[in-house]
């Protein structure tokens, strides 16, 4: 077998993947090839992920400093990791330094809006601001509590002349591939409780942004608290190469990927062929289920206060039982526009085959004005969705939308629920108790509520901010909540101690 380094790609080469299949080179990528330049083939898909050298070696450079800077938070003091959260804050609540970040993200935002892309996360607002600076102080307050460093001891078994412990102890290097969300620094700050340091790459919609926040607090904050600046290092290339550069490092402990369905499956499986675990946080999109006991007021707040903003929480399908689906479609259908209208406008709604006879056909027939993020368009205020894409996760930016299902009672609904949807979040609506433990317990969802779904997020519901929430689509987590969240970033260590050196089996 001959092994020699990858120096060029000739037009129309035969590329196997998946075992069976193969592609082949387009001339695109073969004239745009040099040697050095690395090649990623996706096993799943067949895509053909070129990373060229320059890149590489910017993100080898930025994992270089973050792997020397976990060595160095080995021995660092817990009142020095308290002490970087309490500056970070500060800094963030300084109004000279927001005015700094707020300058760049309205360049991201307004560069954004001029490409039609999306900007519902991209705005760094006061109430962004505020939950950043809040998350912050939540975690140096827990630092306070923790006056022994990361390691903690989880378990202890005592023996006849000898015991072990079981300690907690960090991973390592967590790299993260963020969609643009201007507040991911605060995020993935989380690490540093856990003595783990972290290498960012976001999005390049959020990059002006997010160099802000780096260079104005984040940077400042470390060396503050006399802690290493690589120890949370942003990839400052705007090219998505590098996010594939960064999960095909090996040294990662973890890779940590937030966006789109189909960007997450990619960059998770970059990840996964290079030996490195994944945390992938991807496809969303809520489900409420109304039964026959279901009161009308609480089914419409709990429409209204779900639609407020399309993110990974936002109520995304409604499956309404048939014996009150001629009182509650009328009602959720007020719903989704009271919550359209503090938009502007009014809801676009998808419903399934079989539901149709629920929706009158002037709303068929009817066209209204749909803002996405890369036009204004002119469309259906309803129209037919097929039962099998009941599960499509609509991504909107002003015009909230939904797809609705009629169902002939909440089994049925709980099937549809673990058939098409990525198995995130459920939400049901009744007065009976014995029926909401009954969904609970045979709907497979890792978040499930009684009311409004957006509050699947970690820093509203366990006040500590998330890296992300994870779906039970691709399977089941191990061992934690579908929370991540810096406190989670641990392994376990195991530490013996023989009272005998005549000890033996």
């Given at each position: 077998?001959?092994?020699?380094?990858?120096?060029?790609?000739?037009?129309?080469?035969?590329?196997?993947?998946?075992?069976?299949?193969?592609?082949?080179?387009?001339?695109?990528?073969?004239?745009?090839?040099?040697?050095?330049?690395?090649?990623?083939?996706?096993?799943?898909?067949?895509?053909?992920?070129?990373?060229?050298?320059?890149?590489?070696?910017?993100?080898?450079?930025?994992?270089?400093?973050?792997?020397?800077?976990?060595?160095?938070?080995?021995?660092?003091?817990?009142?020095?990791?308290?002490?970087?959260?309490?500056?970070?804050?500060?800094?963030?609540?300084?109004?000279?330094?927001?005015?700094?970040?707020?300058?760049?993200?309205?360049?991201?935002?307004?560069?954004?809006?001029?490409?039609?892309?999306?900007?519902?996360?991209?705005?760094?607002?006061?109430?962004?601001?505020?939950?950043?600076?809040?998350?912050?102080?939540?975690?140096?307050?827990?630092?306070?509590?923790?006056?022994?460093?990361?390691?903690?001891?989880?378990?202890?078994?005592?023996?006849?002349?000898?015991?072990?412990?079981?300690?907690?102890?960090?991973?390592?290097?967590?790299?993260?591939?963020?969609?643009?969300?201007?507040?991911?620094?605060?995020?993935?700050?989380?690490?540093?409780?856990?003595?783990?340091?972290?290498?960012?790459?976001?999005?390049?919609?959020?990059?002006?942004?997010?160099?802000?926040?780096?260079?104005?607090?984040?940077?400042?904050?470390?060396?503050?608290?006399?802690?290493?600046?690589?120890?949370?290092?942003?990839?400052?290339?705007?090219?998505?190469?590098?996010?594939?550069?960064?999960?095909?490092?090996?040294?990662?402990?973890?890779?940590?990927?937030?966006?789109?369905?189909?960007?997450?499956?990619?960059?998770?499986?970059?990840?996964?062929?290079?030996?490195?675990p994944v945390s992938a946080h991807g496809t969303g999109g809520a489900w409420l289920v109304a039964d026959s006991t279901a009161d009308?007021?609480?089914?419409?707040?709990?429409?209204?206060?779900?639609?407020?903003?399309?993110?990974?929480?936002?109520?995304?399908?409604?499956?309404?039982?048939?014996?009150?689906?001629?009182?509650?479609?009328?009602?959720?259908?007020?719903?989704?526009?009271?919550?359209?209208?503090?938009?502007?406008?009014?809801?676009?709604?998808?419903?399934?085959?079989?539901?149709?006879?629920?929706?009158?056909?002037?709303?068929?027939?009817?066209?209204?004005?749909?803002?996405?993020?890369?036009?204004?368009?002119?469309?259906?205020?309803?129209?037919?969705?097929?039962?099998?894409?009941?599960?499509?996760?609509?991504?909107w930016e002003d015009t909230p939308e939904l797809s609705l299902v009629v169902v002939d009672d909440v089994d049925q609904a709980v099937?549809?629920?673990?058939?098409?949807?990525?198995?995130?979040?459920?939400?049901?609506?009744?007065?009976?108790?014995?029926?909401?433990?009954?969904?609970?317990?045979?709907?497979?969802?890792?978040?499930?509520?009684?009311?409004?779904?957006?509050?699947?997020?970690?820093?509203?519901?366990?006040?500590?901010?998330?890296?992300?929430?994870?779906?039970?689509?691709?399977?089941?987590?191990?061992?934690?909540?579908?929370?991540?969240?810096?406190?989670?970033?641990?392994?376990?260590?195991?530490?013996?101690?023989?009272?005998?050196?005549?000890?033996?089996?």
């Amino acid at each position: 077998m001959t092994i020699a380094a990858l120096t060029s790609l000739p037009e129309g080469a035969v590329i196997p993947f998946g075992g069976d299949r193969y592609t082949t080179v387009p001339a695109e990528l073969a004239a745009a090839f040099r040697a050095g330049d690395q090649l990623h083939v996706v096993q799943s898909t067949g895509a053909l992920l070129h990373v060229p050298k320059a890149i590489q070696s910017t993100v080898t450079a930025v994992v270089d400093a973050a792997v020397d800077a976990f060595a160095q938070l080995r021995t660092a003091p817990s009142a020095g990791v308290q002490q970087f959260y309490i500056a970070f804050a500060d800094l963030l609540a300084d109004d000279v330094v927001w005015d700094r970040i707020e300058a760049a993200n309205t360049d991201d935002v307004l560069r954004a809006d001029k490409q039609g892309r999306s900007t519902t996360r991209l705005i760094a607002s006061a109430q962004m601001r505020h939950d950043m600076v809040a998350g912050l102080r939540g975690w140096a307050a827990q630092q306070e509590a923790r006056s022994d460093g990361p390691s903690e001891l989880v378990e202890r078994v005592q023996h006849d002349g000898w015991s072990v412990e079981i300690v907690s102890a960090p991973l390592g290097v967590i790299g993260f591939v963020f969609e643009g969300r201007p507040n991911v620094f605060a995020d993935a700050a989380g690490v540093l409780a856990t003595g783990n340091t972290a290498v960012l790459r976001i999005g390049g919609d959020a990059l002006a942004t997010a160099q802000a926040i780096d260079r104005y607090a984040l940077r400042p904050a470390l060396r503050s608290a006399g802690l290493p600046e690589a120890a949370i290092s942003l990839v400052g290339v705007r090219d998505r190469a590098a996010g594939w550069a960064l999960f095909s490092d090996p040294r990662l402990a973890l890779a940590v990927v937030r966006g789109s369905g189909a960007a997450v499956t990619q960059l998770g499986s970059v990840a996964r062929q290079s030996g490195i675990p994944v945390s992938a946080h991807g496809t969303g999109g809520a489900w409420l289920v109304a039964d026959s006991t279901a009161d009308s007021e609480h089914f419409a707040g709990v429409v209204r206060h779900s639609l407020d903003r399309k993110v990974c929480n936002t109520l995304n399908v409604v499956a309404v039982v048939r014996d009150r689906a001629d009182e509650l479609v009328p009602v959720l259908l007020r719903a989704a526009d009271d919550a359209a209208a503090a938009r502007g406008g009014e809801a676009r709604v998808h419903v399934a085959d079989g539901s149709e006879g629920w929706v009158s056909r002037d709303e068929f027939e009817r066209r209204i004005e749909v803002r996405r993020a890369e036009r204004m368009s002119l469309e259906p205020r309803a129209s037919l969705l097929p039962l099998d894409e009941l599960g499509t996760e609509w991504e909107w930016e002003d015009t909230p939308e939904l797809s609705l299902v009629v169902v002939d009672d909440v089994d049925q609904a709980v099937r549809l629920f673990n058939t098409y949807s990525p198995q995130f979040v459920a939400s049901f609506v009744s007065a009976d108790t014995a029926a909401y433990a009954r969904f609970r317990d045979r709907v497979n969802a890792p978040f499930v509520g009684d009311g409004f779904t957006r509050w699947v997020d970690g820093q509203y519901a366990l006040d500590r901010p998330e890296l992300g929430l994870s779906n039970w689509e691709n399977g089941r987590l191990l061992g934690r909540a579908g929370v991540l969240t810096g406190a989670d970033l641990t392994t376990r260590r195991t530490f013996a101690h023989h009272d005998s050196p005549d000890q033996h089996r």
